[in-house]
């Protein structure tokens, strides 16, 4: 049995959630490869690094180009020292600024903060570092180049029982090289990816939820958990506004049988929601979930 575990932006935020999602790695050893996020928020106002990375793209004087530049080298720093690494980053940001004065594409900036992010991992951890430029492979519209990808990243884990690959991005299926990005949240994706290509036999998702719950907690207070979902009511729970996981990330593993598992990093003992093809004992409730579209809502 082997599992790919993604780990969302707000599990990775800071040296203490590097803590906790190195216990959930090394408490199991089917946990082979590991797909990080850019470090989230810290706390309800906080930045993104993938959001400071746009404001970074973006900044329009070099006194706001420095000032988001800092703040961005400042998280991954202190990650570095909180975990007492024995690592520097110093050439990469180098490479980054550079790269930044050379005219860079924004998904190439916006892209760091996973690249990143899976170097200090994959030093924490022990683990390989492959990066995803050199076994994702991506169209100029953002989707995934199947055959491309599937048979040099599936060649690659074969021979790589253990590696952290960055989630979020990979290169132009152009033979270019260029790093092209998926659309915001796509770590998803490429978590789903390398489950197909690494034929385990779960994909972890860990998030800072417990699972999916049955209703809207702003709408329905405590509302239960979903212990088993299948992909199809998944999607039609997405579908009514429900925000759960990239919607591209389903393909690839449900083609394959292979279910989803939403788990918390804050609380890894909670049972989380299992998504599988099918059910067959019977529901703990008739109804599974309830979602509401705003859009669509009658006023
Ligand atoms: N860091 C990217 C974002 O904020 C991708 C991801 O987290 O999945 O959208």
């Known amino acids: ?3 790919v575990v993604k780990f969302g932006g707000s599990s990775l935020a800071d040296a203490t959630q590097f803590q906790k999602v190195y216990e959930i790695i090394k408490s199991d050893q089917e946990r082979r490869y590991v797909v990080p996020s850019a470090p989230g928020k810290r706390f309800k106002d906080d930045t993104k690094v993938t959001d400071l990375l746009y404001k970074i793209f973006y900044a329009k004087t070099k006194n706001e180009f420095h000032l988001y530049f800092d703040q961005m080298k400042e998280r991954f720093l202190d990650i570095i020292d909180g975990l007492h690494l024995d690592m520097s980053l110093d050439d990469e940001f180098q490479i980054i600024q550079e790269a930044l004065e050379n005219g860079a594409s924004e998904d190439y900036i916006v ?4 690249y990143l992010n899976g170097k200090i991992l994959a030093n924490y951890l022990d683990f ?3 990066d995803a430029k050199d076994v994702i492979f991506i169209d100029k519209d953002g989707r995934y180049d199947v055959k ?15 590696a952290v690959i960055p989630g979020f991005y990979g290169s132009l299926n152009d033979g270019s090289g260029q790093i092209k990005a998926f659309s915001r949240g796509g770590s998803d994706v490429t978590g789903s990816i390398v489950a197909k290509n ?10 800072d ?7 809207d907690p702003c709408i329905v207070k405590n509302p239960d958990v979903i212990e088993t979902i299948t992909y199809k009511e998944l999607r039609e729970l997405s579908y009514m506004g429900a925000s759960v996981l990239h919607e591209n990330s389903v393909f690839p593993v449900r083609k394959e049988g292979i279910p989803i598992h939403v ?3 804050n609380c890894p003992e909670d049972p989380g929601t299992l ?3 099918s059910t067959c004992h019977k529901p703990a409730h008739v109804i599974t979930g309830i979602a509401v579209n705003k859009v669509l809502r009658l006023s």
Not at 111 to 114: A, D, I, K, L, V
Not at 209 to 215: E, K, P, R, Y
């Open 1 to 3: 049995m082997s599992k």
């Open 111 to 114: 892209s760091r903060g996973e």
């Open 128 to 130: 390989v570092f492959i």
């Open 148 to 162: 491309k990808t599937d048979k040099i990243l599936s060649q690659k884990l074969e021979t790589t029982p253990y």
């Open 198 to 207: 690494g034929k385990v036999d779960l994909y972890e998702n860990w998030t």
């Open 209 to 215: 939820v417990s699972g999916f719950l049955i209703a």
């Open 263 to 265: 788990k918390n990093t």
């Open 275 to 277: 998504i599988v093809e």
